[in-house]
């Protein structure tokens, strides 16, 4: 019935499209070519703050994201589609369009009417229809000037609560989360009063690893979480703070207080307190140990310490007093425990008692920690929040970007190009991308034949927009692939690095990988080296007879991937094909009979199959392209934050290719 519809509405609707198609293309064209060219002229026109247009346009920073993508990213549900481009619109005016501009927007042309011709429009097809019509109005209204600078001190203005309060009933109500619209800052402070339930007999496998004959384990346990709610979008929040203590049910046997980050879905090394004191010689955080100790069950002196102290109070010898307090949480029993922020790192206070600190970890700071959440067996009384910033200290790529001249990407090459690598990235991820042109993009800007580029489609945001406008001037390092940024689209910059590495770069190798990514370009070398060169390769962590997950989140569908299994294909975060695999896919795409799927590292190993069964290709496999996180003397390393790179860079300067594990 569905196709039924659509079949209706395309015959419908068909003769306008292509009109509208064709107009908006042009117009697109323009807009792109002015947007890069002219920003001094659209700057003339709408002086930024200068007129109450732009003034009206301030983007309140406590709201949720702008509305405009958020229907695009649909979820396909029909089977994988084709997409269409008609020839490149540089090559229709090419008076109009210079070096310059093509390196910096994607020759990636979307063209529906295409599609609409063949009668199939499936959900995904749509979305990549609605993310090219939204990256048409972002980029228009970034060209008019209308998605200007908001005035520093009107992005101050917008204000948030000093404190903020909750009773349990309150917060269950607001799904188990606190919002904290302008996040913390130094000095904030969080208090709790809440229950922990009595221990369950808890069955989850990933809880409770229970042994043969096992019945089952009691466990009682809480999750207290600070996230970053407004960092990311289509991915769980990083955790800024996991704090995780567990009363009963821990395979030690127990009771402990763990404590960690969680940045892409990479856990760090977690904090045990077990309750011994730190040792001496362990860093401190503002002068706190990390862990204090507490007194264990099979601790038989309790009595007696008890009999000291009095004895130590009367007799008047404060010094060598040493007071041992029990574990701070009981089943059933109420407690005040308040998490506050300090210099180096988070306090945790129960009943007016230090019992640990954590030290800031990832690259997130106090100002991301937008959300507080508790799950786990615990009734919750009350929450509050207090010494809030009142403001939003601007927002995060002031802090991240550091415009320095060493940083900016030289030119393209004349000369011929070994490998191009295109790296993925999304809009607000300013932090990630100056890690990595502070760490490993090093290596491609002093070398004259490896040419390395930010792959970035147009965010929701309108101030995201015009500061990734902004880094694009300065550092000349993006591409900019003009769709509106969707999850499921990351394919279309796929698609958009093979586009610009083969034909605007010539480069002979084209590499992919994500902005987690810490390349050690050398090895990625020496190993694609191995292969003759004549010869077409696909080299990377190669993945054979894997199946598409079909449950839970991040299920796959039947319609979307109808095959049992997956082709062999190399994981994400990093893989390298030659240059006449990356002309068969852009040809492929231009003759509108590519096949997509939304998970780019599958597509691609779906097209090096089909390209292979013309001419053979030659499939090098290295674990040493790290999936999921590092191991020493890694080719690739995933999921590193930009403190990891920095501190891997560090390392590989003094030749070590060492992970950094924080
Ligand atoms: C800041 O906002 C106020 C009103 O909200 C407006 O009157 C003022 O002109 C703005 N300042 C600038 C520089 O745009
Ligand atoms: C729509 O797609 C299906 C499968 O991809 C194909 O079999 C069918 O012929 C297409 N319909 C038209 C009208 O092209
Ligand atoms: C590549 O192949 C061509 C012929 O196909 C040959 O002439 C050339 O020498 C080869 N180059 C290398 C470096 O092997
Ligand atoms: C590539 O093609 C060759 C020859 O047709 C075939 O033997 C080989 O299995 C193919 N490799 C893959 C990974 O599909």
Same mark, same amino acid.
């Not at 002015?34 to 659209?42: A, H, Q, T």
């Not at 000369?415 to 042109?437: C, D, K, Q, W």
């Given at each position: 019935?569905?196709?039924?519809?659509?079949?209706?509405?395309?015959?419908?609707?068909?003769?306008?499209?292509?009109?509208?198609?064709?107009?908006?293309?042009?117009?697109?064209?323009?807009?792109?070519?002015?947007?890069?060219?002219?920003?001094?002229?659209?700057?003339?026109?709408?002086?930024?703050?200068?007129?109450?247009?732009?003034?009206?346009?301030?983007?309140?920073?406590?709201?949720?994201?702008?509305?405009?993508?958020?229907?695009?990213?649909?979820?396909?549900?029909?089977?994988?589609?084709?997409?269409?481009?008609?020839?490149?619109?540089?090559?229709?005016?090419?008076?109009?369009?210079?070096?310059?501009?093509?390196?910096?927007?994607?020759?990636?042309?979307?063209?529906?009417?295409?599609?609409?011709?063949?009668?199939?429009?499936?959900?995904?097809?749509?979305?990549?229809?609605?993310?090219?019509?939204?990256?048409?109005?972002?980029?228009?209204?970034?060209?008019?000037?209308?998605?200007?600078?908001?005035?520093?001190?009107?992005?101050?203005?917008?204000?948030?609560?000093?404190?903020?309060?909750?009773?349990?009933?309150?917060?269950?109500?607001?799904?188990?989360?606190?919002?904290?619209?302008?996040?913390?800052?130094?000095?904030?402070?969080?208090?709790?009063?809440?229950?922990?339930?009595?221990?369950?007999?808890?069955?989850?496998?990933?809880?409770?690893?229970?042994?043969?004959?096992?019945?089952?384990?009691?466990?009682?346990?809480?999750?207290?979480?600070?996230?970053?709610?407004?960092?990311?979008?289509?991915?769980?929040?990083?955790?800024?703070?996991?704090?995780?203590?567990?009363?009963?049910?821990?395979?030690?046997?127990?009771?402990?207080?763990?404590?960690?980050?969680?940045?892409?879905?990479?856990?760090?090394?977690?904090?045990?307190?077990?309750?011994?004191?730190?040792?001496?010689?362990?860093?401190?955080?503002?002068?706190?140990?990390?862990?204090?100790?507490?007194?264990?069950?099979?601790?038989?002196?309790?009595?007696?310490?008890?009999?000291?102290?009095?004895?130590?109070?009367?007799?008047?010898?404060?010094?060598?007093? &040493?007071?041992?307090?029990?574990?701070? $949480? *009981?089943? =059933?029993?109420?407690?005040? #425990?308040? /998490?506050?922020?300090? %210099?180096?790192?988070?306090?945790?206070?129960?009943?007016?008692?230090?019992?640990? &600190?954590?030290?800031?970890?990832?690259? $997130? *700071?106090? =100002?991301?920690?937008?959300? #507080?959440? /508790?799950?786990?067996? %615990?009734?919750?009384?009350?929450?509050?929040?207090?010494?809030?910033?009142?403001?939003?200290?601007?927002?995060?790529?002031?802090?991240?970007? =550091?415009?320095?001249?060493?940083?900016?990407?030289?030119?393209?090459?004349?000369?011929?190009?070994?490998?191009?690598?295109?790296?993925?990235?999304?809009?607000?991820?300013?932090?990630?991308?100056?890690?990595?042109?502070?760490?490993?993009?090093?290596?491609?800007?002093?070398?004259?034949?490896?040419?390395?580029?930010?792959?970035?489609?147009?965010?929701?945001?309108?101030?995201?927009?015009?500061?990734?406008?902004?880094?694009?001037?300065?550092?000349?390092?993006?591409?900019?692939?003009?769709?509106?940024?969707?999850?499921?689209?990351?394919?279309?910059?796929?698609?958009?690095?093979?586009e610009y590495g083969f034909r605007t770069v010539k480069a002979r190798y084209i590499m992919k990988c994500d902005d987690d990514t810490f390349v050690r370009i050398d090895s990625v070398m020496k190993e694609i080296k191995k292969v003759p060169v004549n010869k077409s390769l696909y080299v990377g962590n190669i993945n054979y007879y894997h199946k598409?997950?079909?449950?839970?989140?991040?299920?796959?569908?039947?319609?979307?991937?109808?095959?049992?299994?997956?082709?062999?294909?190399?994981?994400?975060?990093?893989?390298?094909?030659?240059?006449?695999?990356?002309?068969?896919?852009?040809?492929?795409?231009?003759?509108?009979?590519?096949?997509?799927?939304?998970?780019?590292?599958?597509?691609?190993?779906?097209?090096?199959?089909?390209?292979?069964?013309?001419?053979?290709?030659?499939?090098?496999?290295?674990?040493?392209?790290?999936?999921?996180?590092?191991?020493?003397?890694?080719?690739?390393?995933?999921?590193?934050?930009?403190?990891?790179?920095?501190?891997?860079?560090?390392?590989?300067?003094?030749?070590?290719?060492?992970?950094?594990?924080?």
């Open positions: 019935m569905m196709i039924t519809r659509s079949k209706l509405e395309v015959t419908m609707t068909i003769g306008r499209q292509r009109y509208l198609q064709i107009l908006i293309s042009v117009t697109l064209l323009y807009a792109v070519f002015l947007f890069f060219e002219f920003p001094v002229i659209s700057r003339r026109i709408h002086p930024p703050g200068g007129s109450g247009a732009a003034a009206a346009l301030t983007v309140p920073l406590d709201s949720e994201e702008e509305t405009v993508v958020k229907s695009a990213p649909v979820r396909p549900n029909k089977q994988s589609y084709r997409l269409s481009q008609s020839a490149a619109p540089r090559h229709h005016h090419p008076g109009l369009l210079n070096r310059h501009f093509s390196s910096m927007v994607s020759g990636l042309v979307f063209n529906p009417a295409q599609n609409a011709a063949t009668g199939n429009f499936s959900e995904l097809h749509r979305s990549a229809r609605d993310a090219w019509e939204v990256g048409l109005k972002l980029f228009e209204e970034l060209r008019s000037g209308k998605a200007s600078d908001t005035p520093k001190e009107n992005r101050t203005k917008e204000t948030c609560p000093h404190s903020i309060m909750l009773n349990g009933e309150g917060f269950k109500n607001g799904g188990r989360v606190m919002f904290l619209p302008c996040g913390l800052t130094l000095g904030s402070h969080i208090t709790l009063v809440a229950k922990p339930y009595r221990a369950h007999a808890e069955y989850d496998p990933k809880i409770a690893t229970l042994k043969e004959g096992d019945e089952s384990l009691m466990v009682s346990q809480f999750m207290m979480e600070l996230q970053g709610l407004k960092t990311v979008d289509g991915e769980d929040p990083p955790r800024i703070l996991h704090l995780n203590p567990r009363l009963k049910g821990d395979w030690s046997g127990r009771p402990v207080i763990e404590q960690n980050t969680c940045y892409r879905m990479q856990w760090g090394t977690a904090q045990r307190c077990e309750g011994w004191k730190s040792r001496a010689d362990e860093e401190t955080v503002d002068g706190q140990v990390k862990c204090e100790k507490w007194i264990h069950d099979d601790d038989s002196h309790s009595e007696e310490t008890k009999a000291t102290w009095w004895l130590n109070r009367l007799i008047g010898r404060k010094k060598e007093v &040493s007071i041992e307090w029990p574990y701070p $949480f *009981v089943e =059933e029993k109420l407690f005040v #425990l308040t /998490l506050s922020a300090g %210099l180096e790192g988070y306090h945790v206070n129960v009943d007016g008692r230090h019992v640990t &600190s954590f030290p800031y970890r990832t690259s $997130f *700071v106090l =100002e991301d920690a937008t959300g #507080l959440s /508790l799950n786990g067996d %615990l009734d919750v009384h009350s929450i509050f929040a207090a010494s809030l910033p009142a403001f939003h200290p601007s927002f995060a790529p002031q802090r991240s970007l =550091e415009l320095l001249p060493k940083w900016q990407a030289p030119p393209l090459p004349d000369g011929p190009v070994e490998i191009f690598i295109g790296i993925l990235s999304a809009g607000n991820h300013f932090a990630e991308r100056m890690a990595v042109r502070k760490s490993w993009m090093e290596s491609a800007r002093k070398s004259p034949n490896i040419v390395a580029r930010f792959f970035v489609a147009l965010h929701g945001r309108k101030d995201v927009n015009v500061e990734l406008k902004k880094e694009s001037e300065y550092f000349g390092d993006i591409v900019v692939v003009p769709y509106a940024d969707s999850y499921d689209l990351v394919v279309l910059k796929t698609v958009a690095i093979c598409p997950l079909r449950y839970g989140k991040w299920a796959v569908t039947y319609e979307e991937w109808p095959e049992e299994d997956y082709p062999p294909y190399a994981n994400g975060p990093g893989y390298v094909v030659s240059s006449d695999i990356a002309k068969f896919i852009v040809s492929e795409f231009e003759k509108h009979a590519l096949r997509l799927f939304k998970m780019e590292d599958v597509s691609m190993g779906m097209w090096v199959e089909q390209f292979n069964s013309s001419r053979p290709v030659e499939y090098v496999h290295s674990p040493k392209f790290c999936q999921f996180g590092c191991i020493d003397d890694y080719y690739t390393a995933h999921y590193q934050s930009p403190r990891q790179m920095l501190c891997m860079w560090g390392k590989l300067q003094e030749g070590k290719s060492e992970c950094c594990n924080m």
